[in-house]
């Protein structure tokens, strides 16, 4: 077993989810960070923990950083990273972002690091469709 604490650096919005007259929209996000080796867990955190981000899907108004931890603890040689998002809607039912799920096997030395757009080429799975996410899987 090895202590690791995931931690998302940033989220990029591409597609606001609204009509070209609305300058933002309100995002809330949540993650499920889980693992079926050893003991098994599951940890779900909600982000912000109230309300919402106000973001665009123009450069400049559609990021933000986050430097949030969503888990830290003991994890074997599996680890699951989900991330949900949604655009709130008052009207309507809430929009979907994309859904990110990564799943890492083996010794931690091997997954532990950065993981962000790009940085595995044009299938990166950080790169959603509509969204972007960076962060970090450090051993501590």
Do not use: C, Q
């Amino acid at each position: 077993m090895a202590r690791i604490r995931v931690t998302p650096k940033w989220i990029k919005i591409l597609d606001n989810l609204e009509p070209f007259y609305k300058e933002t929209g309100e995002f809330r996000f949540r993650s499920r960070i889980s693992s079926e080796s050893g003991e098994g867990f599951s940890h779900e955190t909600r982000f912000p923990e109230e309300g919402h981000y106000s973001l665009s899907d123009k450069p400049g108004w559609n990021y933000v950083t986050l430097n949030k931890t969503l888990y830290e603890g003991e994890v074997g040689e599996n680890l699951v990273v989900e991330l949900f998002g949604e655009e709130i809607d008052i009207l309507s039912p809430n929009d979907e972002l994309d859904h990110y799920r990564r799943e890492f096997n083996g010794p931690v030395d091997d997954w532990a690091g950065l993981h962000e757009p790009a940085d595995e080429g044009s299938d990166d799975p950080e790169a959603m469709t509509n969204w972007r996410i960076s962060y970090t899987v450090d051993k501590i």
